[in-house]
């Protein structure tokens, strides 16, 4: 629904498609993977622990009209906001420590695009819920669960609640206790589970970094299918 880094808009169709009718995501950001195609029409429940993006996900569940959205300003380069809806339209690891930005044509086109999309989907989302917290608020139940934390080592340490503030063993053995279809994302330093290559991701200026993936699904009582 809105640019956020580290999202997975551009990803999310490589990913297994949800087989249970929820989707629960315990590190949300943007949600990109429960927007993804018809995913949406899913029961969602997003769980994000930065109340900025968490009061984000409810106005637009709650409160947002089409109308409003779109009547939102436009952002001119050059101008500076102390909006946090702006600022992480910037998408870049470092905005998470601005109060203020200075607008860039990048970002400008950024919420231009974002303002279009939002308006255009509130009714997608409208059944959606959100809760505010941590990966251990989310309840015990069976469902899709699409685990995207902040990446291990410093590509993770962007966030407000960065890499640096996780126990990745916790997170680990919290996630192999969940009921249902465990879709678990990381990058090149993830060592904390059995992840296996899902692909190579093309950035600006050439970079490419390593997506990798840990799967896990309840076949029948007392059994998991792990991706390999």
Not at 93 to 100: I, V
Request: aromatic letters at 14%; hydrophobic letters at 40%.
């Amino acid at each position: 629904m809105f640019y956020y880094y580290g999202r997975k808009k551009q990803i999310a169709k490589h990913y297994p498609q949800p087989s249970h009718e929820m989707i629960i995501e315990p590190f949300a950001g943007a949600a990109a993977y429960s927007f993804h195609a018809d995913n949406w029409r899913k029961e969602v429940l997003l769980i994000e622990k930065d109340k900025r993006v968490a009061d984000i996900w409810d106005w637009l569940i709650n409160e947002a009209t089409s109308q409003e959205i779109k009547s939102l300003p436009d952002l001119k380069p050059g101008e500076k906001s102390s909006e946090f809806l702006h600022i992480i339209h910037a998408a870049t690891k470092q905005a998470f420590k601005y109060k203020n930005i200075k607008v860039t044509p990048v970002l400008a086109r950024n919420w231009e695009i974002s303002k279009r999309i939002m308006s255009e989907n509130l009714d997608k989302v409208s059944h959606w819920k959100v809760v505010c917290g941590d990966f251990s608020s989310a309840p015990d139940v069976e469902a899709t669960w699409f685990i995207d934390p902040p990446y291990k080592s410093e590509p993770g340490m962007g966030y407000h609640y960065s890499s640096a503030m996780l126990n990745y063993e916790e997170l680990a053995r919290w996630a192999r206790g969940r009921k249902g279809e465990v879709i678990f994302c990381e990058g090149l330093f993830g060592d904390y589970l059995p992840f296996k290559s899902l692909l190579d991701l093309k950035g600006v200026a050439g970079k490419v970094s390593k997506e990798v993936m840990y799967y896990q699904a309840e076949m029948k009582k007392g059994q998991l299918e792990i991706f390999s």
